[in-house]
């Protein structure tokens, strides 16, 4: 008679219709289970390291943007100067060639020549001149300025304490701030010795003044 060892025939309890392998199903899931946050968090790293990079992508797009919008700024501003100094210069080329015109015009006033149809068509030039900014300067009297002077005469004279113009030989036109041809003047200095006569003259007169008002003292 054999004795059968207790313990090593038994076997688990198993539901009818099932097989032994199906015992166990949910020891083998759990380490699924666990793993699954750490899929999560590495899908999460991965999606802001994508945001990082679109940012710093549209952060670099926008500063060429701003970029491109500066430089066409710019462009537009020079493109612009450059029409006004072309028109500025266009005008003036224009206007320095009707200079002898006006000279003429301005001398036949001076004599009294200016009459008639010829009166209406000079009057018409000049004012057309004006309108483009051309401007007439130089009068008798004014202190010689040599930027915008040029002396074609000279002297002296005993009533002027500065070099001064005492006659208009030919008017001077500017357009704005620019001088297109100076004033052609005669120019007349201050007579050599003259100042330190005439310092001297009231100086005796301030003396002469001073002793009149002192009146004489009384004994």
Request: aromatic share 4%; net charge negative.
């Amino acid at each position: 008679m054999t004795e059968e060892t207790p313990g090593f025939d038994e076997k688990p309890d198993v539901p009818s219709g099932a097989t032994p392998d199906d015992a166990e199903p949910k020891a083998a899931s759990t380490p699924k289970e666990e793993a699954a946050p750490a899929g999560d968090a590495s899908q999460t790293a991965g999606l802001v390291a994508q945001l990082d990079q679109v940012r710093t992508a549209l952060g670099e797009r926008t500063a060429d943007l701003q970029r491109l919008q500066a430089e066409y700024q710019n462009y537009r501003r020079r493109v612009e100067r450059d029409r006004i100094t072309v028109k500025e210069i266009a005008i003036a080329n224009l206007l320095t060639e009707l200079l002898p015109v006006l000279d003429d015009i301005g001398r036949a006033r001076e004599h009294g020549e200016l009459v008639g149809g010829f009166k209406s068509v000079a009057e018409s030039l000049e004012t057309v001149a004006a309108k483009m900014g051309l401007q007439q300067f130089g009068k008798e009297g004014e202190p010689f300025d040599p930027t915008i002077h040029e002396a074609l005469m000279h002297s002296y004279a005993p009533d002027v304490t500065e070099t001064t113009c005492v006659a208009i030989l030919q008017p001077g036109y500017r357009i704005g701030e620019r001088t297109i041809r100076p004033a052609r003047v005669a120019v007349a200095e201050p007579q050599p010795g003259a100042q330190t006569v005439k310092a001297e003259g009231a100086d005796e007169a301030q003396a002469a003044d001073d002793d009149k008002d002192n009146g004489p003292e009384e004994g």
